[in-house]
């Protein structure tokens, strides 16, 4: 397996596992999509991508790279989606249980399972909050309960769930999940009064899950199954921002790039969204997050 480069290409001294509060693992898994291949190839491409970053965040006015970014090995995962799930278990509470904040990089959206597993296990006030253009409740796709299409199905299982920018599901889907724990992108497309809903529904601590499609196809082409009518990159962003000031997020992955050779800008997009985000979580959380057994307290919350 072809080895990535450090997120951000940073210097050795911001990469030391030991000393980095942030972990970013690589799962390069692909083999419950159902139309486009190629989101094994997703983690290797945003973290070359990462390389052409700039590391000061002009909005937050920080240098997250500065608290330590180790990006750990690609996860070899075996093929089927049940040991899939137990491996990204295994190494995301490792690494929690290392004092890290864990980013995911997807692989398929199966991937969050396993990393959900393990937050729930470290957090006990957990919810997850989906960015998604589909649903993902189906109970079984293709022979499997853990396709990409049953995550949310095995999410809910887990915690409690909101699912943000939905525009696509299944009839079997549509009464599996409360609706008020569901914000539709066309209800939403263009508006401002949803944010605070949406993290009302939200616990304390908060794992999110972003499926790139969540975005419209003319920001995020490079997905497998990308879907008209989606969110624009301020519209994602502000309600990240919303999120990480209101509550603690203890964990997130980016999932379901699909790299296009011929189109680089779209693996800067989701690298771009990786380092956004950590920007956000770490202005509001001074000591990173919440380690298991150690910090119970409500964080403190601040502003850039």
């Known amino acids: ?22 972990a970013i693992l690589p799962v390069p898994y692909d083999e419950t999509s159902t139309w486009m291949k190629g989101a094994d190839k997703a983690p290797c491409a945003i973290i070359e991508a990462s390389a052409a970053m700039e590391l000061y965040d002009i909005e937050t006015h ?62 006990k006030n957990l919810s997850v909050l989906q960015l998604d253009a589909h649903l993902d409740m189906r109970d079984e796709y293709e022979g499997s309960r853990y396709n990409h299409a049953c995550v949310m199905a095995r999410a ?28 539709f992108a066309a209800d939403i497309a263009g508006k401002n009064d949803w944010q605070a809903r949406a993290v009302e529904r939200l616990s304390r601590d908060v794992y999110i899950s972003i499926d790139l499609d969540v975005f419209d196809p003319s920001v995020m082409p490079s997905t497998g199954t990308p879907e008209p009518g989606g969110l624009g990159w301020y519209e994602v962003v502000r ?47 001074p000591e990173g997050h919440a380690r298991k057994g150690v910090d119970e307290s409500p964080s403190v919350q601040g502003s850039a």
Do not use: W
Not at 250 to 270: H, M, Q, R, Y
């Open 156 to 183: 809910r299982e887990i915690c409690p769930a909101v699912q943000v920018g939905i525009r696509s599901m299944s009839a079997e889907e549509k009464d599996k999940a409360p609706r008020e724990d569901i914000f």
């Open 239 to 285: 309600f990240l921002r919303r999120v990480s000031e209101e509550r603690r997020v203890a964990g997130f992955d980016i999932v379901e790039l699909c790299p296009n050779v011929s189109d680089k800008a779209p693996d800067f997009t989701a690298a771009k969204l990786v380092y956004k985000l950590l920007s956000y979580v770490f202005i509001h959380a």
């Open 1 to 22: 397996m072809k080895r990535c480069r450090t997120f951000g290409d940073l210097e050795k001294s911001f990469t030391d596992l030991d000393k980095s509060k942030i």
């Open 62 to 123: 920080s240098e997250v790279y500065k608290r330590g970014i180790h990006t750990s090995p690609p996860l070899e995962c075996r093929r089927h989606p049940e040991e899939m799930v137990r491996e990204v278990d295994e190494k995301v509470r490792e690494l929690i249980e290392a004092g890290k904040f864990v980013v995911v990089l997807g692989g398929e959206h199966s991937v969050t399972i396993g990393a959900l597993k393990a937050h729930a296990n470290a957090f």
